[in-house]
Nanobody
């Protein structure tokens, strides 16, 4: 079973940057597609960015394209999300997730079976 631990959340002013990290417990992480989701109170969890096992393919939801970058270091079992030009609407709890399989890029919640505990990101105007 893959255990995921996020870090790097915090508070920042609009226009600022944050880098989220997600450490995975198992080497099997390297064969799994990964993603970052976010959730605000009263809303469904949203797939923000996703990456294939080897890192060659990525997905971004429209609202973060050009501002967020997902990457992974398979040698260190770590996933990253670089967030630049942050906006107040990016405020949410961000979750790292590992898909139930590899072989592509997944961004729907139903495709993921392992979740981190979440890290709060707050962007003030």
């Amino acid at each position: 079973q893959v255990q995921l631990v996020e870090s790097g959340g915090g508070s920042v002013q609009a226009g600022g940057s944050l880098r989220l990290s997600c450490a995975a417990s198992e080497h099997t992480y390297r064969s799994l597609s990964m993603a970052w989701f976010r959730q605000t109170p009263g809303k469904e969890r949203e797939g923000v960015a996703a990456i294939s096992p080897g890192g060659g393919s990525t997905y971004y939801t429209d609202s973060v394209k050009g501002r967020f970058t997902i990457s992974r270091d398979n040698a260190k079992n770590t996933l990253f999300l670089q967030m630049n030009s942050l906006k107040p609407e990016d405020t949410a709890v961000y979750y790292c997730a590992a898909a139930l399989r590899g072989g592509g890029v997944y961004y729907r919640e139903r495709d993921f079976g392992y979740w981190g505990q979440g890290t709060q990101v707050t962007v003030s105007s």
